[in-house]
């Protein structure tokens, strides 16, 4: 018991809490944690999240805490891959203030560019309110994680979903089977359960399976250095992937 | 002033890691940590001379006074929530304590600094109606064949329950004032009630006004500690009390370890879950950690010219009610 509470208690190779001094930091906003507090917070954010679904903060810190191992695979995986190597090397960012907005509304109709800014408008979403990593203990891990929430954007303009529950669902669970992430197959398991009897019909159905289905199918989607893809046309880019039309059109 | 006090503390304290952490952060005794304190405190005294901490961090004066407003600019809606869940519904045992130690009468004119949502202000309303009310049975009892009318009419007088007893509550931050007026409002707290924006090392009140001063889990967020205390000596009359409620070093060496775990991966991990704020939590266990213990804040009050000071520690030391009379 003692030693178990000096294991809980003894810092990482970072001390608890160094932000005054910025050393110990692995990156600008990393809060270093022991193990005793990503087990409290890995239970808090889990309970808080199906309290309270608007809280999505907590799904994050959820994915930050639980995604130590699958977010290693992906990372190896990303290093495999030409594409991949090349995002973990130069570490782009989608926000408001990397992208270009007007560049990207001149570029031709169809495009990815403005089927991603139609999916922002319609959708009334912005890029910019991903929160920052915090509680993973490896810079690259970080970025790795980041990209996925950033990303995460792109993977609604692919598949075209809403950013309504139904819709985030049907892209949790394409992301549950792409990334492994144990948050993203909690809330695949997990979010259907304040659903309504008739859109879990139609989620069970027809969308799961198709969503299943896809993520097997297609690579890695971190893999894609979607900021050189401003151009190609969304239905080029959903054939690359072997992304089919959604059965069912779900309105926004 | 942060550095003996420190020092004091690194001494004091038989907590391993928290010995660790404490020593990694201020860097005047990094260079000579296997030193002797004494050593150390020569050196830190020198260097930071208008420094001081936020928690562990080490920062100017002049940054601290708005890092502090913005921690409690932040948690304000959920400061009460908070305070229930970190403390497992204590803190209202607390500050009943305070209440009972103070033993108010009618006509109290009291004044509450960093009173922000109003806890200890309605807490003294309550006990001078509750007096007000034991007092007036007291008198139904002893007169004998009143009639109906003469018995509502003695508990008709509302306004009278207060018997010119005012409480003021004084917060340096805006936020906490308003959450306290709602609470105010939401509770039917109408009378006796004052709300003020000051500053508890610049109190805007004149001398020798107030016969109750209370600060209760303020001092330490205060960045000059003895220039409050000399305000509240001050404001009071003479013959006035003063009375600080405020987290203390713990004693029992078993507790102090659990309340280290406890307040170390316990708290930080409740405040992001519920308040979405892990560094304002994260500020407050560190800032506990920070204030002198029990006998050392005793002396500063001494300092500030109160007399007949006493402290009481309630559960194992986390907290202490710390008393004092201008004389």
Known sequence: MVTLLRGTLRPLHVPLRAASQGTGLLYPEHIPTSLLQKVLLTAGSAGMALYNPYRHDMVAVLGETTGCRALRVLRDQMKRDSEGAQILQERPRISLSTLDLDKLRSLPEGSLAREYLRFLDVNRVSPDTRAPTRFVDDEELAYVIQRYREVHDMLHTLLGMPTNILGEIVVKWFEAVQTGLPMCILGALFGPIRLSAQHLQVLVSELVPWAVQNGRRAPCVLNLYYERRWEQPLKALREELGITDPPTHIKA | ?327
Not at chain 2, 299 to 314: P, R
């Open chain 2, 1 to 327: 002033m942060a550095a003996p006090r420190s020092c004091a503390l690194w001494g004091s304290c038989g907590r391993g890691w928290s010995r660790v952490m404490r020593g990694c952060r201020l860097p005047g005794l990094r260079s000579s940590w296997p030193g002797s304190p004494l050593g150390a405190r020569l050196l830190s005294q020198e260097k930071r001379a208008t420094e001081t901490h936020f928690g562990f961090e080490t920062v100017s004066e002049e940054e601290k006074g708005g890092k502090v407003y913005q921690v409690f600019e932040s948690v304000a809606k959920k400061y009460d929530v908070m305070n229930d869940m970190m403390s497992l519904g204590i803190h209202r045992l607390w500050k009943d304590l305070l209440l009972w130690r103070m033993h108010p009468f009618p006509g109290t004119q009291l004044l509450d600094v960093a009173g922000g949502t109003g806890d200890i202000a309605f807490r003294f309303l309550n006990y001078i109606q509750a007096q007000h009310r034991r007092k007036q049975k007291r008198q139904l009892r002893t007169q004998q064949n009143l009639s109906w009318e003469e018995i509502a009419q003695k508990y008709q007088n509302e306004e009278d329950s207060l018997n010119g007893s005012h409480v003021v509550v004084c917060d340096i931050n805006k936020e906490m004032l308003k959450i306290g007026r709602k609470k105010a409002c939401a509770q039917g707290y109408k009378t006796g009630l004052a709300w003020v924006l000051g500053d508890a090392e610049e109190l805007p009140f004149d001398d020798d006004k107030f016969d109750v001063y209370t600060i209760a889990f303020g001092i330490r967020n205060v960045t000059h500690i003895d220039r409050a205390l000399q305000e509240a000596h001050r404001v009071l009359k003479p013959g006035g009390r003063f009375l600080c409620l405020e987290f203390s070093q713990v004693t029992n060496p078993l507790v102090s370890r659990l309340y280290d775990l406890y307040s170390f991966q316990v708290i930080p991990v409740m405040g992001e879950v519920i308040a979405k704020d892990w560094k304002s939590y994260q500020y407050l266990v560190e800032s506990i950690r920070q204030f002198p213990a029990q006998e050392e804040f005793k002396e500063m009050i001494e300092d500030a010219g109160f007399q007949k000071v006493t402290y009481e520690s309630l559960t194992s030391g986390i907290v202490a009610i710390h008393s004092g009379f201008k004389l």
